[in-house]
């Protein structure tokens, strides 16, 4: 698998132009899982039937990171 950070102001763009198949996996993250919901929205709308949230953001991630 690949993975690839794009900024949410050209994401949607990105998936246009890069070889992601409808079916792939996306994950979307953000500093504390608040904002990934409008793109998610957008993606899922495009198309896209594997669209996931790290719901507690890079924060939480961290977190539990420091808690392991």
Known sequence: AQATVVPKSQLLSHLKNCDARREDP???????????STPASEIEAAGFTQVYIVES???GLLREATLS
């Not at 996306?26 to 608040?34: N, P, S």
């Open 26 to 36: 996306i994950v979307l993250f953000c500093e504390d899982g608040r904002l990934s």
């Open 57 to 59: 953001g890079l924060d």
